[in-house]
Nanobody
């Protein structure tokens, strides 16, 4: 079955960095676009970054452009989100996502940004 498992979240000070990972299984990872979303308390889930199946094209929300980098390793069936210069407004649960015959989500990983 399809599984997406996020990891790498945690507590970081403002200005710090984290690298999130999403390990995928149950489908041909290298054939699909992958996305990272986030959801802060009381807010709607928002799209953060997208990467195409080959990793040759990426897109970012305006709020994270220049600070976050999405990448993937098709040999490891894993997509990453490198987050630099983190700010309190980046605090959220981060989810990876793939659209196959249906939409699949991971369980999420919590990112807390606080001094």
């Amino acid at each position: 079955q399809v599984q997406l498992v996020e990891s790498g979240g945690g507590l970081v000070q403002p200005g710090g960095s984290l690298r999130l990972s999403c390990a995928a299984s149950g489908f041909t990872f290298s054939s699909y676009t992958m996305k990272w979303y986030r959801q802060a308390p009381g807010k709607e889930r928002e799209l953060v970054a997208t990467i195409n199946n080959l990793g040759s094209s990426t897109n970012y929300a305006a709020s994270v452009k220049g600070r976050f980098t999405i990448s993937r390793d098709n040999g490891k069936n894993t997509v990453y989100l490198q987050m630099n210069s983190l700010q309190p407004e980046d605090a959220a649960v981060y989810f990876c996502n793939v659209l196959l015959w249906s939409v699949y989500w991971g369980q999420g990983t919590q990112v807390t940004v606080s001094s």
